[in-house]
């Protein structure tokens, strides 16, 4: 397969000026460092990751209570590494303490909407003080250093300050997706050995309250060991509180002192245990510690978005996703200003998203594909209703583009003067393996860079490096975000990333680089088709369909043919008063067209909708288990499982 078989081969459409360039995050790290041109950079950091990490902990102003033996130790194998030997640090120093009794405490850390309109903010002061308070409260119930305290709520201040509160006292924080039912709940906080829970009432979604303290009650009651709930009023519903265990957070927070010690900890202690999602088995908790995912996240923040000190940043997200802990803190950090959005970002209408951005005068936004999939059919008018002028730089994750909506974006959101800064890489690892970033010159849909510090390659299943060809990303060295493990699970993890190729930690997608340098992802290395002898990505499908006007979304899947050995079936969702059986007729002839006739699929379906998790990512071995009439695995990712019953019923 090559780049224009996946659509995706083309010109540079955005050229950063010398303006940027000269303000740009990454080129003050570069002069820091005596380094002369970005080239250099990336070679230079994937070779030496070591004086990578040091002088990116140094630019960053990271403090150490106790100055660090050993930067990186590789004793163990560079599947096992350890970071900062010997020092001590607890992430809370740098995040907020350090800014307390400067002027800069009284800058703007935390910004709030609600669906329903309402806005708070915090000052860097204001944050610490309730980040003490909720900190005293954890100690006052027993809970302190290495303990594991789930956060199961909208995304609001008090989950900010229950986060930070966590760190603070030494625990570990167990992020979950506001959306999960109580067995995904459960398994996650017995997995991770939960002591407390931190809920809500309830959330707004559309105007409507759902009910989250009631999935609570029933999580953790098939966890033993869970002692405490605290429980944030946001919706109002009506709750059940259990008598001794369960305590109202406004009762409880603002009875405690604004003083708090920092607990001390090692800076590679655990952090936090993240799950990520997976179609079969127990949830894959990987581990973070107080040096690696905040350093890797800011980073990634700093060179890749260019966040500087007083910048706002809204990434659409959810606690349970690791953007959620990512844009924390990056944002603290960095002393930027992080912005919450509790609710849908098409609700009450489509121009939600824009007109919060007017409003609070957002400087850069993260968004998903399918956030822009959605909004197309709704025309123009929407965004170019509200001034964006505030905008600087517009992020992407969770899925691969295609050509069409990519280009939307960036002539209707962006003007052609917004760079679009695609980033890949996933929870395991803190962060990106490849990002843009603003110094760069961008082709529609590509990856302009591979992150620094992230020795990163395309390998043939030989294990070769291979340029202008499809192959598995892989990275060649240990970098300050790797996941120390997979939680009680070692072996897991290393026959998730370790068992390929000898020494290399092998992603799972597929990835090309073009001969500009430019990278592409091209899916998930498990999601790859193969149809008549030809090795076929989704994406190289999805493009096509998603080109016809009446295409929202689309997803392709292969299935066994007792003929040819595998053919693909497509799944689209239309909008607008097309009839169904030309669509189907007009995508045939264009797949046909485009791909050739071996390649055409056995079946068009069309459904309301397409099975993914809350951060937009599409699940198609879940997809294609429901069009099998397979067991799909855990679901508890989903956004909408009901979407798996109405493929099944599409199949049948």
């Known amino acids: 397969m090559g780049l224009d078989d996946a659509g995706l081969e083309g010109s540079f459409v955005w050229e950063p000026t010398p303006e940027i360039i000269q303000r740009a995050n990454v080129t003050h790290f570069m002069h820091q460092n005596d380094i002369s041109d970005f080239e250099t950079l990336i070679e230079r950091a994937g070779s030496d990751v070591g004086w990578f990490t040091d002088a990116l902990l140094r630019f960053l102003d990271i403090r150490f209570r106790k100055p660090y033996d050993k930067i990186l130790d590789l004793s163990e194998g560079i599947a096992w590494p350890k970071w900062c030997v010997g020092g001590e640090m607890n992430i809370i120093d740098n995040c907020l303490d350090k800014r307390i009794g400067t002027p800069f ?8 909407e609600s669906e329903e309109g309402a806005s708070r903010s915090m000052t860097y002061a204001e944050l610490t003080r309730q980040v003490n308070r909720a900190a005293n409260a954890l100690r006052g119930l027993g809970l302190g250093h290495g303990d594991a305290v789930g956060l199961y709520m909208p995304l609001t201040p008090e989950e900010v300050i229950a986060c930070l509160a966590v760190v603070k006292i030494g625990g570990i924080i167990l992020p979950l997706f506001s959306g999960y039912g109580s067995g995904a709940v459960a398994s ?10 931190v809920t809500a009432d309830g959330a707004m979604r559309r105007g409507r309250v759902v009910p989250m303290k009631p999935q609570a009650d029933e999580a953790a009651a ?6 405490h709930m605290l429980v944030v009023q946001r919706a109002g519903n009506t709750v059940v509180m259990q008598s001794g265990r369960d305590h109202w957070w406004h009762e409880l927070i603002p009875a405690q002192s604004d ?36 350093i890797k996240a800011t980073q990634d923040m700093a060179f890749g978005m260019d966040v500087h000190p007083g910048d706002r940043i809204f990434w659409m997200t959810d606690m349970g996703w690791m953007m959620g802990p990512w844009l924390i803190f990056g944002t603290l950090l960095l002393g930027a200003t992080m912005f919450l959005f509790d609710g849908a970002p098409d609700y009450p209408g489509p121009d939600r998203v824009w007109e919060m951005i007017e409003r609070h005068a957002i400087t850069q936004l993260g968004l998903s594909p399918t956030f822009i999939r959605a909004l197309i059919p709704e025309g123009k008018e929407p965004v170019l209703s509200h001034d964006l002028s505030s905008l600087r730089t517009i992020g992407s994750t969770g899925e691969t583009w295609n050509p069409d909506p990519w280009m939307w974006l960036f002539e209707v959101v962006g003007k052609r003067r917004l760079p679009i800064i695609n980033y890949s890489g996933g929870t395991e690892l803190s962060g990106g393996i490849i990002m843009g970033n603003p110094t760069r010159p961008i082709k529609p849909c590509a990856l302009s860079a591979v992150c620094p510090g992230m020795a990163a390659d395309v390998f043939d299943d030989e294990g070769h490096s291979v340029v202008g060809q499809v192959g598995e990303l892989v990275i060649k060295a240990p970098w300050i975000g790797i996941t120390r493990g997979f939680w009680k699970d070692p072996e897991r993890y290393l026959a998730a990333y370790w068992s390929k190729f000898p020494n290399t930690w092998v992603h799972g997608d597929w990835a090309m680089v073009d001969e500009d340098g430019q990278w592409y992802i091209l899916g998930r290395s498990d999601d790859t088709l ?8 989704p994406a190289e499908v ?12 689309a997803a392709a899947i292969g299935v066994p043919d007792p003929i040819k050995g595998s053919v693909v079936v497509c799944f ?15 995508l045939t002839d264009r797949l046909i067209k485009d791909l050739g006739k071996p390649l055409a699929p056995k079946a068009i379906l069309f459904v309301p909708d397409l099975p993914r998790t809350r951060n937009a990512k599409l699940m198609r071995r879940m997809l294609r288990s429901a069009y099998l009439g397979e067991d799909p695995g855990d679901t508890s990712a989903l956004v909408n499982p009901e979407s798996l019953e109405a493929i099944r019923e599409a199949a049948s």
């Open 188 to 197: 996650r906080l017995a997995d991770g050995n939960a002591k407390a829970l």
């Open 530 to 537: 193969m149809i008549a002898g030809k090795r076929l990505g």
């Open 572 to 586: 689209c969702v239309l909008h607008g008063e097309g009839d169904p059986q030309r669509v189907r007729a007009e």
């Open 542 to 553: 999805e493009s096509i369909l998603l080109s016809h006007p009446h295409v929202v979304s």
């Open 105 to 112: 405490e009284h800058e703007t850390a935390l910004i709030w």
């Open 222 to 227: 098939q966890v033993p060991g869970l002692q």
């Open 259 to 294: 003083l708090a010690e920092t607990e001390p900890t090692g800076a590679d202690d655990p952090l936090m245990i993240i799950y990520t999602s997976g179609t079969t088995g127990r949830p894959k908790g990987a581990v973070h510690t107080h040096c690696g995912f905040p």
